[in-house]
């Protein structure tokens, strides 16, 4: 069964860059048929899509959020990374990755999610 | 891109439906035949439970039913159990390789 776990620091200082990998195991990142996504639930709130990538280093970001993210992919590690700039307290919410399926339309496995706070 | 409208919550006793639902645009929901529907019990990551507006993954009760009609789209739970009892997510596709999620509903079994 296809697994996906996020690691990174859960502390990050305002002004900062917020950098997560997720490890994908029990499947390979390199399916032509899957992108992979990162979305975040602040607090108490509900889920946001920041953005996706595909096997071949094909991007796709929520507008709202482009300007701030990167996502990129190393298919020799079955992993994939997020990187958001010049983060605020608004940024503090549970990060997850997760595998999205039927030509970019849903989110079919996903990762347990790590708390990510901002904060000095 | 605006977060899709879901009522902050719904409830009903064991047995009965609840349906909740999930308002777009003519840009997303309106648009797509793409709405998905996820259940996230606290603390734990959310369920895919419906997908492609009806379609049930394996493993998903057939209590669980989707539809939609024009920009609103809606998920029906028959039969409430008490293990329904989470939060639910709408999501759809927006065009131009973009996804745009609910702002969630509470269903709560009495």
């Known amino acids: 069964q296809l697994q996906l776990q996020e690691s990174g620091p859960g502390l990050v200082k305002p002004s900062e860059t917020l950098s997560l990998t997720c490890t994908v195991s029990?499947?390979?990142?390199?399916?032509?048929?899957?992108?992979w996504g990162w979305i975040r639930q602040p607090p108490g709130k509900g889920l946001e899509w920041i953005g996706a990538?595909?096997?071949?280093?094909?991007?796709y970001y929520n507008p709202s959020l482009k300007s701030r993210v990167t996502i990129t992919i190393d298919t020799s590690k079955n992993q994939f990374s997020l990187k958001l700039n010049s983060v605020t307290a608004a940024d503090t919410a549970v990060y997850s990755c997760?595998?999205?399926?039927?030509?970019?339309?849903?989110?079919?496995?996903w990762g347990q999610g790590t708390l990510v706070s901002v904060s000095s | 891109q605006s977060a899709l409208t879901q009522p902050r919550s719904v409830s009903g006793s064991p047995g009965q439906s609840v349906t909740i639902s999930c308002t777009g645009t003519?840009?997303?929901?309106?648009?797509?035949?793409?709405v998905s529907w996820y259940q996230q019990h606290p603390g734990k990551a959310p369920k895919l439970m419906i997908y492609d507006v009806t379609k049930r993954p394996s493993g998903v009760p057939d209590r669980f039913s989707g539809s939609k009609s024009g920009n609103t789209a809606s998920l029906t739970i028959s039969g409430l159990q008490a293990e329904d009892d989470a939060d639910y997510y709408c999501c759809s596709y927006a065009g131009r390789y973009t996804l745009v999620f609910g702002g969630g509903t509470k269903v709560t079994v009495l």
């Open positions: 990538i595909y096997y071949n280093g094909n991007t």
């Open positions: 997760a595998r999205v399926g039927g030509d970019f339309t849903y989110f079919d496995s």
């Open positions: 003519s840009s997303d929901v309106g648009d797509y035949n793409y």
């Open positions: 029990s499947g390979s990142i390199r399916s032509a048929n899957f992108y």
